[in-house]
């Protein structure tokens, strides 16, 4: 009976079939794959939190939020995903492999950023209950000043409460000299308690949380008096809610798979095949190209935020191409960060129904 020179990690090797799709997995497509969605997060990611800034039209608390999630995602993809692709690569090839330390510095971002991410979704999805269901009473609350110091504690607490992962971080080996399974993971004492305090923490009880105040959000929409003086503000609120919902549901369902995957994994309940490797390669796939997707949902579902897109990059390319000074003037206005601050959101939809009034 022929075996292969890639063990599976448990107690079988893989057949030579299986040994070369492993190869193909390993080699090529999840390197090649994840090097892709690093470079479109990081160009998407830059734009989003470019726009955001240069664009007086986007100077809203909730996009000041979306520019932190931007801001987490590009991390993500300049330092996360590399180090998912290291990982792929050790398996074939040990010298590859990261040092201790950098393995406890890559699982730490790993989680820490990924809980960041989750939780700035939390904020987002409570102050849209405080703008959209309890306006006035929230009102004095909606500033800058407030809502920066919550972004803060979000980046600071997170980070402090993820540093256990450091000690409990560590570079791994399963099988003999053939095995290939040499990796970065969670020491086997604490690694059960630890990934599902992480997929509690940070996926299942976030998720409820947000699928109930966008719900009580749903529930104040629908039963809400029709008044024909504010029909413009409130298609413009249900325009935003339905992208953030996207936002959302797309980071939910791109994490489940993973989070699946951990708890069966904790059970030792898996596939002893190269094609559980495979399965394994699509979840990490879903979980790691959310971080590219958002600047997409923006594009596709706010006209703001197209518009910004579209100023942006044109303004750019304008630049590039002109090598003297234009003599007309641009109707794109690049405002700098300090010369205007950020909005509560019904503050912009006063204005935004203001200007239409005028017009």
């Known amino acids: 009976m022929n075996s292969s020179t890639i063990h599976n990690g448990s107690d079988t090797y893989y057949s030579k079939l299986e040994e070369r799709i492993a190869l193909l997995i390993y080699s090529y497509i999840a390197p090649i794959t994840l090097a892709c969605l690093a470079i479109i997060a990081i160009g998407g990611n830059s734009l989003v939190i470019c726009v955001i800034l240069s664009q007086s039209a ?45 393995c406890k510095i890559y699982t730490y971002l790993t989680y820490t950023i ?12 409570f102050l849209r209950l405080a703008i959209v269901v309890y ?27 993820h540093t256990p992962l450091v000690a ?16 970065c993971g969670i020491d086997d004492e604490y690694i059960n308690s630890v990934l599902l305090s992480l997929s509690i923490g940070g996926y299942f009880v976030p998720a409820f949380l947000i699928t109930v105040v966008y719900a009580l959000i749903a529930y104040h929409l629908k039963n809400e008096t029709n008044d024909n003086t504010i029909d413009a503000a409130k298609e413009r609120t249900r325009r935003a809610l339905k992208m953030m919902v996207v936002v959302v549901l797309v980071f939910l369902l791109s994490w489940l798979p993973t989070h699946l995957n951990t708890i069966l994994s904790m059970k030792q309940i898996y596939l002893k095949s190269v094609w559980f490797e495979l399965l394994r390669l699509l979840c990490d796939i879903l979980a790691y190209g959310n971080s590219c997707v958002n600047p997409f949902i923006y594009n596709f579902m706010s006209s703001e935020f197209k518009t910004a897109f579209r100023n942006v990059v044109c303004c750019r390319c304008r630049n590039n191409n002109n090598s003297r000074p234009s003599t007309r003037t641009e109707n794109i206005q690049m405002s700098p960060i300090n010369n205007e601050r950020f909005l509560d959101d019904m503050e912009k939809e006063c204005l935004n129904l203001a200007e239409t009034a005028v017009v």
């Open 58 to 102: 986007l100077r809203t608390l909730i996009n000041f939020l979306l520019l932190n999630l931007a801001l987490a995602d590009l991390l993500f993809a300049l330092t996360v995903i590399p180090g998912k692709i290291i990982k792929y690569l050790t398996v074939l090839d040990n010298s590859l492999q990261m040092g201790n330390a950098v």
């Open 168 to 183: 409990v971080a560590t570079v791994k080996s399963k099988g003999n000299k053939y095995a290939g399974i040499v990796y």
């Open 114 to 125: 990924t809980d960041i991410t989750i939780t700035l979704l939390i904020a987002i999805s």
């Open 135 to 161: 306006t006035t009473q929230t009102a004095k609350y909606r500033s800058f000043k407030n809502i920066s110091k919550l972004t803060a504690c979000i980046w600071v607490l997170i980070s402090a409460l």
